[in-house]
């Protein structure tokens, strides 16, 4: 492939954002995702507003999908002791198929290719990548990783998060059942927490993560749900009235807020693929958007020659850890604190008895708008 050629592995938020952006420069984008698309993904869909300028640079409409605007947060205990707070920059909910499905369309009416197919390698060899799938090999100067949270991709690089175990497990569906349009609900149970908040299709959206050592004593999630995510009386009354809108709920296992390296194998690595913040933040939708910008803007730099290949690398991993390494560490400091049933509750308490604490933990999980 010739120069300003890239080649990006995953078609999630951050493959597609950065697709868009490195289209918008003139750059010829290869993308491969293994799913189809649309396709319904394990995921909140509460995203922040923080990014919606950078969209709008990126002449992206959020608005054509008509999301509910989410201003509130109603967040709970076990016990069911509520606080209330405003959100300081607010976001708005959309549910990841109708999401990711905008984002596909606009790469292929900008001139993207997309190619559905997993990717089982990538080397890079005399200053280039050979991206192998199990039909072809392609070449490009280039490659993104943005291949998620847990790949066939991160067993064959080696990567170290992949040999540690992870306990972590997700599950999602939606629902109809009435549920305010501008809040979105945080509410911890023993061994997790679980989000709900409406979507552009007036469904409910209610998504859990649930400690494995929690969930193991039950035999389904129908049980693990009444046993334990429905403890909280909040959670019970929403489970209650709603009627699930999926054949079975969505779930994902082994997910991991390890560590991960932002530049590796000489690939920089975007949105999950270089690290997952806690979904109790509500952000990792919006930094997978903001590291595809940052992403993009160091490749940029590099095919105009105003860096070297070593230094893109270096001012993209700076820049990374600048932006989001202090959300990341106070997510994990956030999730591990909510496996620790009895320090949670005091410590919650105390969240929830001094109102300002609430806004403030917030603000130290978000980013300012882009
Ligand atoms: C339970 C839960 C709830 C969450 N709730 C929220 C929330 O409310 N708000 C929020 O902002 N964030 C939330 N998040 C986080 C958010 O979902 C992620 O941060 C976001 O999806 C990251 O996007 P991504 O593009 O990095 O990854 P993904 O969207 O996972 O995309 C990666 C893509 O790569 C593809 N892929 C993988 N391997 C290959 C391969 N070998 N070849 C080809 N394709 C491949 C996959 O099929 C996938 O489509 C939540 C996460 C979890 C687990």
Redesign the pocket.
Known sequence: MESKEVII???????LTAAIHLLKLDCKVLL????EFPKH????????NEVLPYLQSLALNLETLHPKKISKLNFSLVSGKTIKANLPLGGVGVSRFALDYYLYQEVLKRGGKIVQ???SNVVFLEDKFRVTTNNSVFCAKVVLG????R???DVVLKRNFISKPSNWL?V?AHYKVNFADDVVGLHHFNGGYC?VSKVETDLVNI?Y?GNYETFKKYKSITAYQENVVCKNPNLKAIFTDAIIQFETPLT?SQ?SFEPKKSVENKMLM????AG?IH?LC???????IHSAKLASESVINFFEGRCSRTEMERQYSKLWRKNFANRIQTGRLLGNLLQKEKLANVVLTIVTTIPFLLPLLIKKTHGRPL
Do not use: H, R
Not at 270 to 273: A, K, L, R, S, Y
């Open positions: 592995l995953g078609g999630g938020l951050a493959g491969f995702e293994k799913n993904k394990v995921c909140g869909e509460y995203i922040s197919e997993t990717v943005a291949f998620g949270k790949s066939n991709l997700g999602k989000g998504c993560l994902i997910i975007i949105g999950d693929t997952l979904p509500g952000n990792g939708m919006a930094m997978a």
